[in-house]
Nanobody, 127 residues
């Protein structure tokens, strides 16, 4: 089974930037779509961004468009989330995941469709 390890979170002031990383092990992820989700305190986990197998096609939550960029390095079995112009409402635990059945993101998967989750990485944006 694939293991996912998120890193790169931290505390940052509003307007700042962070780059999250998600390293996969136990399975080559280069053939599969990858996702980022987040869960704020007291809220349900929500979709943030997705990227297809090649990295050419991406999709974002409306509230992060233009501020976040998802990318991947298949040679390193890693997906990234570059976050800029951070806002206090971006505060959450961020999780990555792999769609082990699809290379495309034509039909996005919701958080309830994934069985396995890593530990996530905490992002806190202060005002």
């Amino acid at each position: 089974q694939v293991q996912l390890e998120e890193s790169g979170g931290g505390v940052v002031q509003a307007g700042g930037s962070l780059r999250l990383s998600c390293a996969a092990s136990g399975r080559t992820v280069s053939s599969y779509a990858m996702y980022w989700f987040r869960q704020a305190p007291g809220k349900e986990r929500e979709f943030v961004a997705a990227i297809n197998w090649s990295g050419v096609i991406t999709y974002y939550l409306d509230s992060v468009k233009g501020r976040f960029t998802i990318s991947r390095d298949n040679a390193k079995n890693t997906v990234y989330l570059q976050m800029s112009s951070l806002k206090p409402e971006d505060t959450a635990v961020y999780y990555c995941n792999i769609d082990g059945t699809r290379a495309s993101i034509t039909f996005l998967r919701g958080p309830g469709e994934f069985d396995y989750w890593g530990q996530g990485t905490q992002v806190t944006v202060s005002s």
